[in-house]
T-cell receptor, first 107, second 116 residues
Framework: RKEVEQDPGPFNVPEGATVAFNCTYS??????FFWYRQDCRKEPKLLMS???SGNEDGRFTAQLNRASQYISLLIRDSKLSDSATYLC????????FGKGTRLHILP | ETGVTQTPRHLVMGMTNKKSLKCEQH?????MYWYKQSAKKPLELMFV???????ENNSVPSRFSPECPNSSHLFLHLHTLQPEDSALYLC???????????????FGPGTRLTVT
């Protein structure tokens, strides 16, 4: 099993729709979890940290399921500007980035 | 945004050249990182410096040599690179490490390196 695994996509979603990504991780001792977004030929930018209790920031909701070892990202009312690659990041004694999920929001 | 800056933004070098990449952070953080991002591969952590001391080195070839003179500056010295070293090199900074893991990191724009 890969240390961090994401569906590469691409996800092609109409504007206004809700889209959800999952990311699975193999190390049950992992402690910190994040979602980053990366636009084409740009650096990754922190989207949100993922807490055990789940957290929400506007249209974005992140959740952690330790029992099943996955984190999720939900985007509601998607905008054209949400088009990007979303990177899952898991850390403990190491920090591991997923390959990312590509999202295209269609007008 | 100017939180983390990197120079140069683009670099083309021959296999026998020596060059250096520079990173500077203006966020008051005390940990800095070098990552490599190759096409169709996830980001790979190369080096971590915390309080100017190297705390991690993920078996990176010796042709890459990091230097962290203070908490705001980080260099990556390059020599006798190979074509497969062509990639985007990203610098990041964070406020230390959380217990049991890494804290949120903020990335610079990267240096796109081509080795000919």
């Amino acid at each position: 099993r890969k240390e961090v695994e994401q569906d590469p996509g691409p996800f092609n979603v109409p504007e206004g729709a809700t889209v959800a990504f999952n990311c699975t991780y193999s190390n049950s001792a992992s402690q910190s979890f994040f979602w980053y977004r990366q636009d084409c030929r740009k650096e990754p930018k922190l989207l949100m940290s993922v807490y055990s209790s789940g957290n929400e920031d506007g249209r974005f909701t992140a959740q952690l399921n330790r029992a099943s070892q996955y984190i999720s990202l939900l985007i509601r009312d998607s905008k054209l500007s949400d088009s990007a690659t979303y990177l899952c990041v898991v850390s403990g004694d190491k920090i591991i980035f997923g390959k990312g999920t590509r999202l295209h929001i269609l007008p | 945004e100017t939180g983390v800056t990197q120079t140069p933004r683009h670099l083309v070098m021959g296999m026998t050249n020596k060059k250096s990449l520079k990173c500077e952070q203006h966020l008051g953080h005390n940990a800095m990182y070098w990552y490599k991002q190759s096409a169709k591969k996830p980001l790979e952590l190369m080096f971590v410096y915390s309080l100017e001391e190297r705390v991690e080195n993920n078996s990176v070839p010796s042709r890459f040599s990091p230097e962290c003179p203070n908490s705001s500056h980080l260099f990556l010295h390059l020599h006798t690179l190979q074509p497969e070293d062509s990639a985007l090199y990203l610098c990041a900074s964070s406020q230390g490490r959380r217990t049991g893991g890494f804290a949120e990191q903020y990335f610079g724009p990267g240096t796109r390196l081509t080795v000919t």
